[in-house]
């Protein structure tokens, strides 16, 4: 008889209120699931990106965002973030080839999706719509992917 070995798949969901705290919590978070299931080696590009999307759901919404980390069988983290407000923003309303503009690195915004472009392997978005189970009845799920290397 053989023995069967499933994945190591996983999925963690994290609700999180509006609230100035919530990127800190969201990479508390990350930390301790990626550490916790031996995924270190994406630490550092999860973390840093997943704040960037809470904080952005924070400062462009009035309403509380959730935060998703799942691990896919092929190696492959997805995190996606969804948050009330409808409005998809570059790069995820554009074709993954496609480039936001430059940032100035002493400006004060428009940082944090350029670095989703730099170390995410994959992004993209849905809408109300296309939601599915993480519905709320408006807004949008950004997400994005990270390779194991």
Do not use: C
């Not at 309403?63 to 997805?78: E, F, H, V, Y």
């Not at 100035?104 to 849905?126: F, I, K, M, N, T």
């Not at 189970?133 to 807004?139: M, N, Q, T």
Request: hydrophobic fraction near 40%; aromatic fraction near 8%; charge should be positive.
């Amino acid at each position: 008889m053989d023995t069967v070995f499933l994945p190591d798949t996983w999925t963690y969901a994290l609700r999180l209120p509006r609230d100035p705290r919530a990127a800190r919590v969201a990479r508390m978070t990350v930390r301790a699931v990626l550490s916790g299931h031996g995924r270190g080696e994406a630490l550092d590009a999860v973390e840093l990106l997943a704040s960037e999307l809470v904080t952005n759901a924070y400062r462009h919404t009035r309403g509380p965002a959730s935060l998703r980390l799942t691990a896919l069988a092929d190696g492959r983290l997805r995190v996606g973030v969804w948050d009330s407000h409808p409005r998809i923003p570059a790069p995820f309303r554009e074709s993954p080839r496609d480039r936001v503009p430059y940032v100035p690195a002493e400006a004060e915004q428009g940082r944090g999706l350029r670095l989703v472009q730099e170390y995410a392997d994959s992004w993209g978005s849905l809408s109300v719509g296309d939601v599915g189970p993480l519905d709320r009845g408006a807004g949008k799920l950004l997400w994005f992917e990270v390779r194991q290397r």
